[in-house]
T-cell receptor, first 115, second 113 residues
Framework: EAQVTQNPRYLITVTGKKLTVTCSQN?????MSWYRQDPGLGLRQIYY???????DKGDVPEGYKVSRKEKRNFPLILESPSPNQTSLYFC??????????????FGPGTRLTVL | DQQVKQNSPSLSVQEGRISILNCDYT??????FLWYKKYPAEGPTFLIS?????DKNEDGRFTVFLNKSAKHLSLHIVPSQPGDSAVYFC????????????FGAGTTVTVRA
């Protein structure tokens, strides 16, 4: 089954404790992205990657890091989480290159709470 | 500064009637628009899209209308069904192959039996 998976689905942590949210896709998509969803703001892009070893900032990159060492994986790293990073996070992948399958496929989301 | 705006946070409609969701954008460089649907505890799923060279795109019960001069698009759902109860996000990007999506805040649709 074609899908984007995220782990963990729920996480409660404390300020300053480094954490990683994993994202994996099995569709051989070139493009992957991280979004956060906050009430009244919709989804905002954090970082994106156009291919292995190619990443760039989105609209709200502060406090986050990413890496793309393999095509299928795109982890989101919070080196020193703060309460304002409490949010619902979505990973997405996209085949790129145009064609009929040009929509982004989203993972199920990770609910993060930073105390 | 949000470039895609959905000014109605919620919409309640009776089953069988039409649901109309509105979306406005400010960036004139946007030329490809999408609607996503999201159920609780799930990720958004693609619903329907429209290119700026069209003013209407239809897929079953879902129709999207685009008014470029007004920088406005709308999603019509006819007839509305209980399974349509979800959050709907409008999104836009600058080209068919552009990777960056800008989203609106979402509209929660509740379909009443």
């Amino acid at each position: 089954e074609a899908q984007v998976t995220q782990n963990p689905r729920y996480l409660i942590t404390v300020t300053g404790k480094k954490l990683t949210v994993t994202c994996s896709q099995n569709m051989n998509h070139e493009y992957m992205s991280w979004y956060r969803q906050d009430p009244g703001l919709g989804l905002r892009q954090i970082y994106y990657s156009m291919n292995v070893e190619v990443t760039d900032k989105g609209d709200v990159p502060e406090g986050y890091k990413v890496s793309r060492k393999e095509k299928r994986n795109f982890p989101l790293i919070l080196e020193s989480p703060s309460p304002n990073q409490t949010s619902l996070y979505f990973c997405a992948s996209f085949p790129g290159g145009g064609g009929p399958y040009n929509e982004q496929f989203f993972g199920p989301g990770t609910r993060l709470t930073v105390l | 500064d949000q470039q895609v705006k959905q000014n109605s946070p919620s919409l309640s409609v009776q089953e069988g009637r039409i649901s109309i969701l509105n979306c406005d954008y400010t960036n004139s460089m946007f030329d490809y628009f999408l609607w996503y649907k999201k159920y609780p505890a799930e990720g958004p799923t693609f619903l329907i899209s429209i290119s700026s060279i069209k003013d209407k795109n239809e897929d079953g019960r879902f129709t999207v209308f685009l008014n470029k001069s007004a920088k406005h698009l709308s999603l019509h759902i006819v007839p509305s069904q209980p399974g349509d109860s979800a959050v709907y996000f409008c999104a836009a990007r600058r080209g068919f192959n552009d990777y960056k999506l800008s989203f609106g805040a979402g509209t929660t649709v509740t379909v009443r039996a």
